[in-house]
């Protein structure tokens, strides 16, 4: 089966900085771009990033942009969101997705595939 499994998450002061990875494994399977989004209770899942596995600029969201950064490492089947300059409002579950749009779409009906989530929080 496929497998994506989110780590790196936990409690980090405002200001601070974090790195999420995204591993993939188990069968072979479909997947032109990665993508991170993130739910915080109460709240609509969110969009944050996505890559193409073949090469490019990320796409990311407004609301982090200047501040996260995703890439890729395509021999670990791994991605990873780079997370400075941390806001409590970015506390929230993060999943990592798979899609078969190359697009790096921002809704998360286009993925197919989802981790789990790792927990963010921010403290002031």
């Known amino acids: 089966q496929v497998q994506l499994v989110e780590s790196g998450g936990g409690l980090v002061q405002a200001g601070g900085s974090l790195r999420l990875s995204c591993a993939a494994s188990g069968r072979t399977f479909i997947s032109y771009a990665m993508g991170w989004f993130r739910q915080a209770p109460g709240k609509e899942r969110e969009f944050v990033a996505a890559?193409?596995?073949?090469?490019?600029?990320?796409n990311m969201a407004d609301s982090v942009k200047g501040r996260f950064t995703m890439s890729r490492d395509n021999a670990k089947n791994t991605v990873y969101l780079r997370m400075n300059s941390l806001k409590p409002e970015d506390t929230a579950v993060y999943y990592c997705?798979?899609?078969?749009?190359?697009?790096?779409?921002?809704?998360?009906?286009?993925?197919?595939?989802w981790g789990q989530g790792t927990q963010v929080t921010v403290s002031s």
């Open positions: 890559i193409r596995w073949s090469g490019g600029n990320p």
């Open positions: 997705a798979s899609s078969t749009m190359a697009t790096m779409p921002s809704v998360p009906t286009l993925y197919n595939y």
